[in-house]
């Protein structure tokens, strides 16, 4: 009974706090509301930040069913355009067909701290998208707006060095995402001399950073991570610096996902490195592959192979099935790999080439194999072993994978991914 009681009185609170954010929204788009647009929208972010989630999800249905344009003025405004398409209809169109929810984001965003409020306020909302993808209108309107106000032209790219504010250090520690970093005598190992990390931040959210790389210099392309990330190793000399590769790009911040980062990160970094440290020849990545475990359980399928290359498929998937004894999980296991024969072992790095090389280019693909692609790498070299940790050994069976940017043919590499042409060298293709 007192528990009943206490929901009772959470969900009447949460009901009242939702229609004072509500009469917020609305006040900040009245005339009213433009004049004093700073106080209303603080107001109207506090009031979110204390929302319970379910009230949350309610807020975000609101803002679909009432924010949305009205049906009737649009229509009115696109019979105008098509009847007298000039300049004056066109704006007209163009304003009534715009969701009213725009505008009130764009309001809460001249307020101090606005900017980083609506990224939370995305985050909120894409923890809602599998449940509630009716919200997929609201959800647009924050990527387009995201999208504009975090274009790289307004971004500043800034190495961390070991010498970075503490508050700086201790977010890329907990924002690694890919080889985590084992507290601090790790961290300082990847920023000695030969290893660098550098990050883009935004001028409204000066001590964020919203997305970083980490890049080892080398005297050759790596084939393994261990060796990249081994915290008691020796730094190397500049005299050896011949390889920049980026081995680790992390995400910072869950609001900003979709907005296109990464790439034009990528690039800057490679850029950067070049003017610093001329006799760099070779920007590579040393990349996990997510996804190819998964895929050669389901039975490696590859739509659209000429028939010769979908039996060699099916061989290689038969080879390395026998393998293992008919128990692919066999190959999450060190032992295991070590202990491949010859055979078996180039049948693993056939599937890998087909899962990369071609069924890369599907809507399923590996996603950090997409990335790269898209970017305008070049598949290069499969790196059986190279991540022998327990998720490199779940998600891959150790297998790693080597993407070359060539920057003289970054634009043509992508112009082939996006007509589903994967750009790889002639070792990946010979396996194919």
């Given amino acids: 009974m007192l528990d009943e009681l206490?929901?009772?009185?959470?969900?009447?609170?949460?009901?009242?706090?939702?229609?004072?954010?509500?009469?917020?929204?609305?006040?900040?788009?009245?005339?009213?509301?433009?004049?004093?647009?700073?106080?209303?929208?603080?107001?109207?972010?506090?009031?979110?930040?204390?929302?319970?989630?379910?009230?949350?999800?309610?807020?975000?249905?609101?803002l679909s069913r009432d924010f949305s344009p009205d049906p009737k003025a649009v229509l009115a405004s696109a019979r105008a355009y098509a009847e007298t398409p000039n300049a004056a209809t066109l704006q007209r169109l163009t304003r009534s067909a715009e969701p009213p929810r725009q505008e009130l984001l764009r309001r809460i965003n001249r307020s101090p701290g606005g900017t980083g409020s609506i990224v939370a306020m995305r985050r909120a909302l894409l923890q809602r998208m599998?449940?509630?993808?009716?919200?997929?209108?609201?959800?647009?309107?924050?990527?387009?707006?995201?999208?504009?106000?975090?274009?790289?032209?307004?971004?500043?790219?800034?190495?961390?060095?070991?010498?970075?504010?503490?508050?700086?250090?201790?977010?890329?520690i907990?924002?690694?995402?890919?080889?985590?970093?084992?507290?601090?005598?790790?961290?300082?190992?990847?920023?000695?001399?030969?290893?660098?990390?550098?990050?883009?931040?935004?001028?409204?959210?000066?001590?964020?950073?919203?997305?970083?790389?980490?890049?080892?210099?080398?005297?050759?392309?790596?084939?393994?991570?261990?060796?990249?990330?081994?915290?008691?190793?020796?730094?190397?000399?500049a005299s050896q610096f011949k390889v920049a590769a980026f081995y680790s790009i992390s995400n910072c911040q869950p609001g900003l996902k979709g907005v296109s980062l990464g790439n034009f990160l990528i690039k800057r970094v490679a850029d950067e490195l070049k003017r610093e440290l001329p006799q760099l020849k070779t920007f590579c990545t040393l990349s996990p592959i997510p996804g190819f475990a998964r895929w050669v359980k389901a039975g490696a399928r590859c739509e659209?192979?000429?028939?010769?290359?979908?039996?060699?498929?099916?061989?290689?998937?038969?080879?390395?099935?026998?393998?293992?004894?008919?128990?692919?999980?066999k190959l999450a296991?060190?032992?295991?790999?070590?202990?491949?024969?010859?055979?078996?072992?180039?049948?693993?790095?056939?599937?890998?080439?087909?899962?990369?090389?071609?069924?890369?280019?599907?809507?399923?693909?590996?996603?950090?194999?997409?990335?790269?692609?898209?970017?305008?790498?070049?598949?290069?070299?499969?790196?059986?072993?190279?991540?022998?940790?327990?998720?490199?050994r779940r998600q891959s069976w150790g297998m790693m994978v080597n993407y070359l940017y060539d920057l003289d043919r970054i634009e043509a590499h992508h112009e082939k991914f996006v007509h589903g042409e994967v750009a790889q060298s002639r070792l990946l293709t010979s396996l194919l």
């Fill in 6 to 62: 206490k929901n009772a009185a959470r969900n009447l609170n949460g009901a009242r706090q939702l229609r004072g954010l509500l009469i917020d929204c609305r006040r900040l788009l009245s005339e009213r509301g433009e004049a004093n647009s700073v106080a209303i929208a603080r107001d109207l972010v506090a009031r979110f930040r204390e929302l319970p989630e379910d009230a949350q999800a309610t807020f975000f249905e609101r």
């Fill in 130 to 172: 599998r449940e509630q993808p009716e919200l997929q209108a609201v959800e647009a309107d924050f990527l387009h707006l995201l999208s504009s106000w975090f274009n790289p032209g307004f971004l500043r790219l800034e190495r961390v060095d070991w010498n970075s504010p503490a508050q700086l250090l201790e977010q890329i």
């Fill in 174 to 237: 907990r924002h690694e995402a890919v080889h985590q970093i084992d507290g601090w005598d790790d961290l300082r190992r990847r920023l000695q001399p030969d290893r660098r990390c550098f990050a883009f931040f935004h001028p409204q959210l000066p001590a964020e950073p919203l997305i970083f790389v980490e890049v080892a210099l080398l005297p050759a392309m790596p084939a393994a991570i261990a060796p990249l990330i081994d915290k008691a190793s020796e730094p190397l000399p």
């Fill in 304 to 329: 659209g192979l000429p028939k010769a290359r979908a039996q060699r498929v099916l061989q290689a998937h038969a080879a390395v099935l026998d393998a293992c004894g008919g128990d692919l999980d």
């Fill in 333 to 392: 296991q060190t032992a295991t790999l070590r202990a491949l024969a010859e055979p078996a072992g180039e049948a693993l790095l056939r599937l890998a080439a087909y899962y990369l090389g071609w069924h890369a280019t599907a809507p399923d693909g590996d996603p950090v194999a997409r990335f790269h692609l898209d970017n305008g790498a070049r598949l290069e070299r499969l790196d059986p072993l190279g991540d022998l940790s327990e998720k490199g």
